[in-house]
């Protein structure tokens, strides 16, 4: 993200997209390291120009990548609430979202044909290729999610949001934990994008945080 940041500092247009074999210091959200096997996973930032918020933006980008991932590899993945791409209750992929030098730089990371993982992420996360049993072209699904991350970018919010219900069984009805500290059952989004979590307290309303299903304790 930082070459794309630069980038967007020298003017580079919407829709620039930078792309990376592999990464040496990956990062997710809140710092978290992501792990990047060189020439298995895809890895993808992309300049975007949009007055859209950052959690709607968040949402669409996953959107994007959802529908190019299921229909590519033929799979079925689900969305964890706000970022994070889902197959078979592991980790698939992530976005992350940051402004910079005017621009919202979106970071697209997908485990495409990785056959195994550290010991310590082998339970949490998985690729295309541990799922699915086959390759599958980084070029081609790169140039795919490139395509429809500038169009579901460009929709309204609403229609963001509306499609990100209907497409992420962990807005509604889930039972979840959140960062350690909120226990509820999810209750669809507010206008924003943010998660609202019904607890025993009553209505929370989740802005940021790492959401869990509550059954697992990864």
Do not use: C
């Amino acid at each position: 993200m930082k070459e794309a940041a630069a980038l967007a500092a020298q003017g580079a247009v919407h829709g620039t997209a930078v792309t990376a074999e592999h990464q040496t210091a990956g990062i997710g959200r809140h710092g978290h390291s992501w792990h990047s096997e060189p020439e298995a996973g895809l890895y993808l930032s992309i300049i975007l120009r949009l007055p859209a918020p950052t959690p709607a933006l968040t949402m669409a980008l996953g959107l994007a990548v959802q529908a190019s991932v299921n229909d590519l590899a033929r799979v079925a993945t689900d969305i964890r609430w706000p970022n994070d791409i889902m197959l078979n209750d592991r980790k698939l992929g992530g976005i992350m979202v940051q402004t910079e030098a005017g621009a919202q730089i979106a970071g697209i990371g997908v485990n495409v044909n990785q056959e195994a993982f550290p010991e310590e992420l082998s339970k949490i996360a998985t690729s295309l290729r541990i799922e699915t049993g086959r390759e599958h072209s980084r070029d081609s699904l790169l140039n795919r999610i490139l395509a429809e991350s500038l169009h579901y970018a460009a929709l309204e919010k609403s229609e963001i949001l509306r499609r990100f219900e209907d497409s992420s069984s962990w807005v509604s009805g889930k039972s979840v934990i959140v960062d350690d500290r909120l226990t509820g059952i999810t209750a669809g989004l507010d206008e924003n994008g943010f998660l609202r979590v019904r607890t025993s307290a009553g209505m929370e309303t989740v802005l940021a945080g790492g959401v869990r299903a509550a059954i697992d304790s990864a």
